[in-house]
């Protein structure tokens, strides 16, 4: 098993953690876009000020904020937000046109992600990708989604997500100020047996050990949604104007 994190109590097949991880409430969005603001900002100031209030997706349907809360004093150590294809476009669909195979796919993209730093950063932002999980399995999406800047991108890359096209390549994202960003995937139904075939170090944690504390019930259900609109593609955003072409960085 993974090597537990400051405070992780052990008990038979379960894991205690000294946080939670679950749906954010609405009277917490101000500290969520404060310690997104913050973590943005430390390497991308003018973009990490824009961040400083709560955008449209913190409150549409298709969309959750995951936040990690200490047990000790209630303060916000960690967030994640997701967004499914349910009702409109995946964010990185606004700057680039994925894949035929991800035609009429269920897709859930990973954004905003944002942890404080201490000690157990790590194990946050590892919970909050759990979480994730949790969430897209729970919702029988066929793809999770992410992207990344560099060096971010080596994280994703060591969570064993794939280059959705071209391995390596970035694209500019009109969501994050046209900054390159490296775009990746991974399938819910085959990122179990990739970790154990890889003997990913953090196989245990992910699929094996219980979390009480990783709570994604709160979530809504996008059942019914995705059910009315088989293969459908509703537009949020600008229609696609960049193919899966290579970005020099």
């Not at 047990?71 to 995946?90: E, M």
């Not at 035609?103 to 905003?112: P, V, Y």
């Not at 500019?172 to 046209?178: E, F």
């Amino acid at each position: 098993m993974n090597k537990p994190g400051v405070g992780v109590e052990l008990v038979g097949s379960a894991e205690r953690l000294p946080f939670q991880v679950r749906v954010a409430q609405r009277s917490e969005l101000e500290e969520v876009v404060r310690l997104r603001s913050q973590a943005y900002g430390r390497h991308l100031p003018e973009f990490g000020a824009k961040l400083s209030q709560p955008e449209a997706a913190d409150y549409q349907l298709g969309c959750e904020v995951f936040v990690a809360i200490s047990k000790l004093d209630g303060s916000l150590l960690g967030t994640l937000r997701t967004h499914a294809n349910a009702l409109q476009s995946l964010p990185l669909e606004g700057s680039i046109q994925l894949p035929d195979r991800f035609t009429g796919k269920r897709m859930i993209e990973a954004t905003r992600l944002s942890v404080l730093g201490n000690a157990n950063s790590s194990l946050v932002r590892n919970a909050l990708f759990k979480a994730f999980f949790s969430y897209a399995r729970e919702q029988n999406a066929d793809w999770m989604l992410v992207t990344g800047r560099k060096p971010i991108d080596r994280m994703y890359e060591a969570l064993l997500y794939r280059d959705v096209a071209e391995e390596g390549a970035f694209f500019p994202m009109k969501c994050t100020g046209n900054l390159p960003h490296r775009v990746m995937c991974m399938a819910v139904k085959e990122a179990e047996p990739i970790w154990r075939e890889a003997r990913h170090p953090l196989y245990d944690f992910a699929f094996v050990t219980r979390h009480p504390d990783i709570d994604v019930s709160g979530a809504r259900d996008l059942g019914d949604v995705w059910e009315r609109r088989p293969g459908a593609k509703l537009a949020l955003f600008q229609p696609p104007v960049r193919s899966l072409a290579r970005v020099a960085v």
